[in-house]
């Protein structure tokens, strides 16, 4: 599914958490494009929206050992990356369970690119 404005385009698809759930892809002039996942479960959907994008943002809300049906672990959101062969992975809202957890370690399970951990405030160039 996709829309078309004058310098951006976007497409979406649904992915697997409530229906109402979904994942963007926003691709500029240039070619560059940017996925941006809210809470989701592993889905091919996901995999194929994200495939050859240059940066992932992606939800990863709970430690490997503690997987919760409709969320991302690190490993998990990890191997989408890498089946899509993302640029870069963003990894963000990350709940309490996180806090002490080696999430980088996690994720490099399943990832070996350019990875960053989401913070308040964060800006990517």
């Known amino acids: 599914m996709g829309l078309g404005f004058e310098k951006i385009s976007l497409d979406f698809t649904i992915v ?3 229906p109402e759930s979904r994942a963007f892809r926003f691709t500029d002039q240039t070619g560059f494009s940017l996925v941006y996942s809210g809470d989701t ?22 430690p490997d050992d503690q997987k ?3 969320h991302l672990t690190p490993s998990l959101a ?15 809202r990350f709940y309490p369970k996180c806090d002490g957890v080696d999430i980088k370690a996690q994720c490099r399970l399943t ?3 350019p990875l960053i951990l989401a913070k308040d405030l964060l800006t990517i160039d």
């Open 16 to 18: 697997n958490h409530k």
């Open 41 to 62: 479960d592993d889905c091919p959907e996901l995999v194929d929206l994200a495939r050859g994008a240059d940066l992932l943002i992606c939800e990863s809300a709970f």
């Open 68 to 70: 919760m049906p409709g």
């Open 78 to 92: 990890g191997a989408i990356a890498t089946k899509a062969g993302v640029g870069k992975l963003v990894l963000t």
């Open 111 to 113: 990832y070996d690119g």
